[in-house]
């Protein structure tokens, strides 16, 4: 039987990727669902490709423009009640949730409700509802799956082993394009530079965020939920070179990592196919070509947002709601040149210093945050 699947994101970065695992083993899935935001020249390729009952498109205008030109009986969809829609599409086995940003919330819960499981490449989700997120996993016996390499490694290090024997989680990072940099000149950095990552090929604005370290913190934000545990006990170690995708500590001091080359595919695919493994076609790891593995730990003077995204979760309730709706515009305002980029963090800590945090029980409050928080950044920044 071939697992049914449907895609968020489907002409993003991780999108593409997922399409590439499952071009080399259509003996194994069948694509339900794509959506894109607005990319209907690749979304209409993939359609022909792919041949998916349901496609849903962001925006309406585009969507209207896909439908006059799609002759295959594919139904197209718009807004958020179409990410829903094929999302939770009768026959979905599997949700893949590439999109990025707050948006992937509402159809990631919706599928849960609905029974589907869940392989999350959209760290926001549980960034910002975390807690109704796993409560409602749970309450469904949905799984949760982790796309992110470092979240996968996490999750197949665990495999097997007794959680309550886990002492800390060793969350990886490479430190991006400026580690080496210094603070002045990181100060007068463009988004171009920015965008040059040393090892990852990914979209503009988890490449912004891995140069702040945003990214980094929060996965660990997303870590804390998808393993339950404290945030004191995970740890960010920068490691250049990008092979340990991250490790585990247990109680006795022993250390578990997963290795491989940085390649998305490999966390994806074991989304794609878990508990099971797959003959890939991803280029092995050779340890004839490491010449070295190297560790640091992060500089917090250089790299602030880290920090703000652990001082986010220990405040709690919705103030990670607010520092991820903060960081989404405040990325597209460097993108735009507007800003400069230790802007970012001083925008996030003043709106962390302005709200007033409560504890939520509905993602109605979260989109309220959510929308109050984009409000303030656009009203506040010097133009």
């Not at 349901?54 to 209207?64: L, S, Y």
């Not at 490479?174 to 920015?194: C, D, L, V």
Request: with cysteine.
């Amino acid at each position: 039987m071939k697992k049914k699947v449907s895609i968020l994101g489907s002409t993003g970065s991780i999108g593409t990727q997922t399409l590439d695992v499952i071009r080399n083993n259509m003996d194994h899935f069948d694509v339900v669902g794509l959506a894109v935001m607005n990319n209907i020249e690749a979304l209409e390729i993939q359609i022909h490709e792919f041949k998916p009952k349901i496609v849903a498109v962001f925006n309406e205008e585009k969507a209207a423009v896909l439908r006059s030109k799609v002759t295959s009986s594919v139904k197209v969809v718009s807004s958020i009640n179409g990410l829903i829609e094929v999302a939770t599409y009768d026959e979905v086995e599997l949700l893949l949730n590439s999109v990025v940003g707050s948006i992937g919330v509402l159809p990631t819960l919706k599928a849960i409700e609905c029974g589907i499981d869940i392989a999350l490449a959209n760290k926001e989700t549980l960034v910002v509802a975390g807690k109704l997120v796993m409560e409602k996993a749970k309450k469904n016996n949905v799984k949760i799956i982790p796309v992110d390499s470092e979240h996968s490694a996490i999750f197949q290090c665990l495999v097997g082993e007794d959680k309550k024997t886990l002492s800390k989680i060793l969350l990886t990072a490479s430190g991006g394009p400026f580690r080496e940099w210094q603070y002045e000149q990181i100060n007068k950095a463009t988004y171009k530079e920015a965008l040059k990552h040393p090892n990852w090929s990914m979209g503009k604005k988890i490449s912004i965020d891995s140069a702040t370290l945003m990214n980094k913190g929060l996965e660990a934000i997303e870590a804390k939920w998808l393993f339950d545990i404290d945030m004191e006990r995970i740890e960010v170690v920068i490691h250049p070179q990008s092979i340990i995708h991250s490790m585990v500590e247990f109680n006795d001091t022993s250390i578990i990592a997963q290795l491989g080359l940085p390649d998305m595919r490999i966390a994806i695919q074991y989304a794609l196919t878990y508990p099971n493994r797959l003959q890939s076609h991803i280029q092995p790891l050779d340890f004839s070509k490491l010449s070295t593995l190297t560790f640091e730990q992060p500089d917090i003077k250089k790299f602030p947002c880290l920090k703000l995204c652990f001082d986010s979760i220990k405040i709690g309730g919705t103030m990670p709601c607010v520092l991820n709706a903060a960081n989404e515009e405040l990325v597209n305002l460097y993108l735009q040149e507007k800003i400069n980029f230790y802007d970012i963090s001083s925008y996030i800590q003043e709106i962390m210093n302005v709200h007033s945090t409560f504890e939520y029980n509905s993602v109605e409050e979260l989109i309220e945050v959510d929308n109050w928080s984009r409000k303030w950044i656009i009203d506040n920044y010097k133009r």
